[in-house]
């Protein structure tokens, strides 16, 4: 049974920084990502990772925000600097069970697994 287990949410200020990890049991797959959903939002697609280490990030957080995994421990991290209070959702981790993310993975196309999701609030 594949699961996802996010953690490292929490509460900062604007301007800090906060490291969410991700891991996963029962299949590594090629393709992971994050995305996240603030209340009355829709569900963003924050950064990616290929099987290749290729990442992806929208505008929204480029040169913010940088994902990284460790395929020896199964894990998948998001490292986000420089918070604002738009960041604030309950960020996901996702994995793709095919060979690579494509070009709509960002979009919540073809994930097949997520996890429960870890809440990240920031304060201005």
């Known amino acids: 049974q594949v699961q996802l287990v996010e953690s490292g949410g929490g509460s900062v200020q604007a301007g800090g920084s906060l490291r969410l990890s991700c891991v996963v049991s029962?299949?590594?797959?090629?393709?992971m990502g994050w995305f996240r959903q603030a209340p009355g939002k829709e569900r963003e697609g924050v950064a990616s990772?290929?099987?290749?280490?290729?990442?992806t990030v929208p505008d929204s957080v480029k040169g913010r925000f940088t994902i990284s995994k460790d395929n020896a421990n199964n894990s998948l991290y998001l490292q986000m600097n420089s918070l604002k209070p738009e960041d604030s959702a309950t960020y996901y981790c996702?994995?793709?069970?095919?060979?690579?993310?494509?070009?709509?993975?960002?979009?919540?196309?073809?994930?097949?697994?997520w996890g429960k999701g870890t809440l990240v609030t920031i304060s201005s």
């Open positions: 029962g299949y590594f797959g090629n393709c």
């Open positions: 990772i290929s099987g290749t280490g290729t990442t």
């Open positions: 996702a994995m793709k069970a095919g060979v690579s993310c494509g070009s709509t993975f960002l979009l919540g196309s073809g994930v097949d697994y």
